[in-house]
């Protein structure tokens, strides 16, 4: 698990922020779109979503482009997200497929400007987003089961 994010990705991915913003919702959309081709059968886990929820995806795409370099920041956004997951008891080992579909969906979206360098600097930045993410949840967790 990828806990921290090499000067490099970090470098492209905030330098990145105003071409993910230009498509973000494009970008998100394109996302569960091959989720739910690929894996017909999470569609369930999104079935009380809220309809604007590719633009909740959206958001956080391109605030964490403009926020990779102060993380901190985000912290507050990225706890509402871990609740939502919690509460719907997404598990770690779903994030490598949210991770496939959204670098799918980045590379076909930006096409020739996803170069591969952009797309490897992506790649680590999901990690170290799911890292954070799962962290939290895993907290969140806990917290719960001592709740019970
Ligand atoms: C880095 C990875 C991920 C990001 C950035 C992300 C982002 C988000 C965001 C922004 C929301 C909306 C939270 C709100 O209610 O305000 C959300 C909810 C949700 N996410 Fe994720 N997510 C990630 C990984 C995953 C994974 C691995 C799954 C597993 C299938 C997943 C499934 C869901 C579901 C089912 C919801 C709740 C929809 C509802 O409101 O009913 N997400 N996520």
Not at 62 to 88: F, G
Not at 98 to 109: D, K
Not at 117 to 123: H, K, P, T
């Amino acid at each position: 698990m990828k806990t921290t994010l090499s000067p490099q990705a970090l470098l492209i991915v905030k330098s990145s922020a105003t071409l993910i913003t230009q498509n973000d919702t494009k970008i998100s959309t394109r996302m569960y779109e091959i989720l739910f081709s690929k894996y017909p059968k999470v569609k369930k886990l999104f079935e009380n979503a809220p309809a604007n929820q590719y633009m909740k995806l959206a958001e956080i795409l391109s605030a964490y482009a403009a926020n990779i370099d102060r993380i901190e920041r985000l912290k507050p956004a990225l706890l509402v997200i871990a609740k939502a997951h919690v509460r719907l008891n997404i598990q770690p080992a779903q994030y490598p497929m949210i991770g496939m579909v959204l670098m799918q969906a980045i590379e076909e979206t930006l096409g020739e400007k996803a170069t591969p360098e952009f797309m490897d600097a992506w790649r680590e930045a999901y990690k170290y987003i799911s890292y954070i993410l799962i962290e939290m949840e895993r907290e969140l967790y806990e917290q719960r089961k001592q709740k019970l």
